[in-house]
Every structure is written in structure tokens, then in C-alpha cells.
């Protein structure tokens, strides 16, 4: 068997209270590192600490909860069944157990499957199931593992309220992912891992700048003249049908691409500053690993 | 500790029964048990004795077979499919995993044996045979052999695939129940490689043809109990040493 060192130099802090979001692209390193801090695979080398005990200690995972990458449970059960047994598992008492996996169908909008076995359930139902599971013990850490994985636009939304939720009680969220959009939506920080180092961490505020990075016009109406002269002075120029898109990198290029605009007497029928995003940061991350 | 034991117990056996292979074996042992009829017409005279052995012998069988083919896959599976990740995730210690599993089998082998004593006491009447109480001694014996049959069944389980696992624990049970010849094959061998292994394994397999107790129930021989107690502490011991092995291998093991 082929060994790789799947981590290293990973030293990473989560608060209390914070969502935070893990990212970096496939084969990165992200599962390896939350197999770690769940217990599952022990590190070569190192120190995890969760709610500051070892992630081993039973203890400590009474106030975990965690959803794995594309999850699979017993197909054999039904999510009733199986959030009853979740439930007895993590040691929540008996008369509470009805009330709680009731609650939790009805989070993750699965009461209508609630008795149906899990054989043949869409990965989106079984990410669904793995969310409640996740939540069954009222965990101060959540872990998540790709949750968006398998989830349509609502069910993604869905989720993403399942998170806010979590953080207005004050718990602390830490979610790997690949899809940037959730995480600038939600979370507080984010770490950036690639090839199993941590590239960057920091608030989503400090890594992206307020700044306008470029300014994108749509610009109606130009007779072939004004377009060229257009397309000498913009970066970046795409046609289709009547209408002319422009890249512009700043206010004194919006200033000029107006003039013309006005002096042909056509029409600018959008404006949109762009700022940068986090995927902008994460390619130009990924391009400097690549270099090295 | 006893509700996340008992829990995975539970979930364990609800696996079992939910599986079609279970179900097949059960029938397929009551219809052996009942082929004992068309064959008693060879059988001279000796009916009762046939219907019974080949009753008994389809039930330790069928058992056996449940114990290796559902024990086989049952720490495997869970890592295959990778529901372990969810188990071990919750406040579940691993050996609590491991016993679980355990007892979960042990429960549906009890359930099996039950049914399939049922059926075989129903063959005994229906064939006009007095069923005698005295016969249950063999399956209670078979119980003991089981309980450590399941126990290597989850060791090989803990590491190599199902198929792999199945034939160790078949192989397990055959040369379980010729350590006797293997002892003698030692004392005889004039290899000492030959000597040296056949020794090896005489005192690490489990030496089952203590079990096997049979022969005695059907020819109404009276049996030993302290012979019978004995054996009963051995298998209690063999288990429990083979399950702290298990638990020992699991607890290492990276996920």
C-alpha cells in the first residue's frame, strides 16, 4: 500500500460560537483532517484538542455531532429507526427520544419518509437523514462533512438556515466544503487548504477586500464605429446580438467607456461593480501552490 | 454503557432478521430436518435414531452457517459502507461496538436455534418419534460451540472481507473439531516442523468436538455433567480471550 502524507503543518484554532467554513479542493485534505478530529484516524504526528479533550474521549463526543461525506447508513432501517437508535446511542433518555426524533424529521423536512426503509432513498434524503443524526444530541460542534453534497437549490437553502439557526444558539459550526458561494454566505472564517496545508485562515472580510475589483457594462444600441473604438479601450469585450458587455478595471475607464457611449447615443443598460470574490482568491491561491 | 450496548445489539439482530439469507437457511434447515422422512425407509428400523441425528446435525449446521455467513461481513460491512463513521462518531466506545455486534449475533443465532428446535420437535411428533427433553443437552451444547464460533467469526470480521473472513472461520470449525488428530499427528510425526505446527495449532484452536455431544443424546447415553460444565467454562473463556483480541485489533485500527 502506497502511504501519503495526506496533512502536515495543519495548526488551526475554531472559537467557540463560530461557523467555520474548511476549504480546498478535491483530495486536499479535508476529510483526512476531520476523520482526525472526530476520533476515527489518529494523527502521525501532533496534537488535536476538541472542547479541549482528545477527540477519542467518549465524553467529548456527547457534545459532538458529525455528518460524513456522501453518508450511507443501515438501508435496512427506516429514519425513524434510525434516528431512535442515533439517539439511544448518544445517550439521550428515553422519554425525551420521541419528542427529539419527531422535531428532527420535521427540521430536515423527512416526516413523509419517516417509515419507509432507507433502501433506495436519492443521496439528497440520505444527506438529510445524515443532518438529523448530526443534531440528535443537541451538539455545541457540529461537524459537517460536504453537507451541501447531494442537495437541490431548496434543500441547500434549507440547510443553509439549519446553520444560521445553529449559530444564533451559539454553537459552533465547522463544515468542509468546495462550493465557496455557501461559505461566503455563512460563515464567519474560513480556512484554505491545499495539498493538505493550510494555505490561509482569517474572517471572510479580511481576506476579501471591499474593493471593486472590475466594473461590468452592458452597453445597447452602438453602431459598428463606437463598438470598435469600444473594444480598443476595454479589457475585455463580448458581443451578443445588440448588445456589447464590457470589462473595465476602473471609475476612470467606466468614465471613458460613457463618453463614447454618449457621444454615440446609445444606451447603457447595466452597471455592475465586481468585487472580489472568494473564489477569486482561492484560484489565485491554488495558481501559487501550483508554482511551487 | 448497557444502552449503547444493547442498542447496537438490536440493531444488529434487526439487520439479521431483515436479511433474506436469514430466512432461507431457517427454511431450508426445517425442510432438511423433514427429508429425514423420505429416508426413512433405508434407515432399517433405526428411524428415530436418524430423524433425530439428522435433526440435531441441522441444526448445529444451519447455525454454523448463520454464525460464519452473517458474522462473516459484521464489522466489515460496517466499514465498507462506512456507517462506522456515524457509529463511532457518537459516544460509543469501540469495545462497546464490538460486544454489541457480539450479542446482536448471539441473539439471532438464539432465535434461529429456537425456531428450528421448534420445527424439529414438531417433525419428532408428527414422525410419532417420543420427543425426550434429553436431546436439548446437544443443543445447548451447540449453543456453548457457537458462542465461540461467532467470537472468531467477529475477529476475522475486524479485518479481512467477508468471503475471506467466512472461509478462515469454516476452517476454524473443521480443524476445531479434529484437534484431537492433530494431537496425534504431533506425537507421531517424525517432522518436527510437522510436529511443531500440528502443537501450535492443538493449543490455539478452540477444541470443539467437545461439543459435539450428539452420539450420546440419541442413543440415550448418560452424559457427564462435569465434563459438560467444563466445557461450558471453556467455551466462556475462549470467547471472552478471542473478543478482547478483537477489541485490541479494532481499537488500533484507523478508519
Keep these: 500500500m502506497k502511504r501519503v502524507q495526506a496533512l502536515s503543518d495543519l495548526e488551526l484554532d475554531v472559537g467557540k460560537g463560530e461557523t467555520f467554513g474548511f476549504v480546498g479542493p478535491n483530495g486536499a485534505g479535508k476529510t483526512t483532517f476531520i476523520k482526525i478530529l472526530i476520533g476515527l484516524t489518529s494523527p502521525t504526528s501532533g496534537e488535536v484538542r476538541v472542547l479541549g479533550k482528545s477527540p477519542r474521549d467518549a465524553q467529548v463526543k456527547t457534545k459532538i455531532g458529525f455528518l460524513p461525506e456522501s453518508p450511507y447508513f443501515y438501508e435496512y432501517l427506516t429514519p425513524s429507526e434510525f434516528l431512535h437508535l442515533s439517539a439511544r446511542l448518544s445517550g439521550i433518555p428515553g422519554q425525551d427520544v420521541e419528542v427529539r426524533v419527531r422535531y428532527l424529521l420535521k427540521l430536515v423536512r423527512m416526516e413523509d419518509a419517516a417509515h419507509a426503509q432507507m433502501r433506495g432513498f436519492s443521496r439528497g434524503m440520505l444527506q438529510r437523514i445524515g443532518i438529523a443524526q448530526a443534531l440528535v444530541n443537541d451538539p455545541e460542534l457540529v461537524i459537517l462533512d460536504e453537507p451541501m453534497g447531494g442537495l437541490d437549490p431548496v434543500g441547500r437553502k434549507e440547510l443553509r438556515d439549519i446553520i444560521i439557526g445553529l449559530r444564533e444558539r451559539g454553537k459552533t459550526v465547522f463544515f468542509s466544503t468546495h462550493i465557496l458561494s455557501d461559505v461566503e454566505m455563512i460563515c464567519d472564517r474560513v480556512g484554505i487548504v491545499i495539498r493538505g496545508r493550510l494555505v490561509n485562515t482569517g474572517r471572510l472580510s479580511e481576506i476579501l477586500t471591499e474593493e471593486v475589483e472590475s466594473v461590468e457594462i452592458t452597453v445597447k444600441g452602438l453602431t459598428g464605429k463606437f463598438r470598435k473604438v469600444l473594444e480598443k479601450v476595454t479589457q475585455q469585450s463580448i458581443r451578443s446580438g445588440d448588445s456589447l458587455f464590457l470589462t473595465v478595471r476602473n471609475e476612470e475607464e467606466v468614465e471613458r467607456v460613457m463618453a463614447i457611449v454618449r457621444e454615440a447615443r446609445a444606451k447603457i443598460s447595466a452597471l455592475v461593480p465586481r468585487r472580489k470574490t472568494l473564489e477569486d482568491y482561492f484560484m489565485a491561491r491554488i495558481r501559487e501552490a501550483e508554482r511551487k | ?255
Excluded at chain 2, 460496517?78 to 462497546?96: F, G, N, Q, S
Excluded at chain 2, 480443524?175 to 484431537?180: F, N, P, V
Excluded at chain 2, 492433530?182 to 478452540?206: C, D, N, Q, T, W
Design chain 2, 1 to 255: 454503557m448497557f444502552g449503547r450496548i444493547s442498542g447496537i445489539a438490536r440493531n444488529t439482530f434487526r439487520e439479521a432478521i431483515r436479511d433474506k439469507v436469514l430466512l432461507i437457511l431457517l427454511v431450508f434447515a426445517i425442510v432438511v430436518m423433514g427429508s429425514a422422512k423420505v429416508i426413512q425407509p433405508l434407515a432399517l428400523g433405526e428411524e428415530s435414531k436418524v430423524i433425530k441425528d439428522l435433526g440435531l446435525g441441522a441444526i448445529t449446521f444451519f447455525c454454523v452457517l448463520i454464525a460464519v455467513l452473517v458474522g462473516g461481513r459484521l464489522v466489515y460491512k460496517e466499514m465498507e459502507k462506512r456507517t462506522i463513521y456515524i457509529m463511532l462518531a457518537k459516544p460509543v466506545r469501540r469495545w462497546e461496538f464490538i460486544l454489541g455486534k457480539y450479542l446482536g449475533l448471539m441473539a439471532v443465532l438464539f432465535v434461529s436455534m429456537l425456531i428450528m428446535t421448534a420445527g424439529f420437535y414438531i417433525i419428532l411428533l408428527v414422525s410419532g418419534i417420543p420427543a425426550s427433553a434429553y436431546l436439548l443437552w446437544s443443543l445447548l451444547m451447540t449453543a456453548f460451540e457457537l458462542a465461540i464460533l461467532t467470537a472468531v467469526a467477529i475477529l476475522f470480521s475486524s479485518f479481512v472481507p467477508p468471503i475471506a473472513s467466512a472461509v478462515f472461520t469454516f476452517a476454524v470449525y473443521f480443524i476445531g473439531h479434529l484437534t484431537r488428530d492433530l494431537r496425534l499427528l504431533a506425537a507421531m510425526s517424525p517432522s518436527a516442523v510437522v510436529k511443531g505446527i500440528s502443537e501450535f495449532l492443538y493449543y490455539v484452536l478452540p477444541n470443539l468436538s467437545n461439543f459435539n455431544i450428539k452420539g450420546e443424546v440419541v442413543h440415550d447415553v448418560l452424559l457427564n455433567p462435569q465434563a459438560l460444565a467444563l466445557s461450558a467454562l471453556y467455551a466462556l473463556v475462549y470467547t471472552a480471550t478471542l473478543l478482547l483480541i478483537s477489541v485490541a485489533i479494532f481499537r488500533r485500527k484507523d478508519f
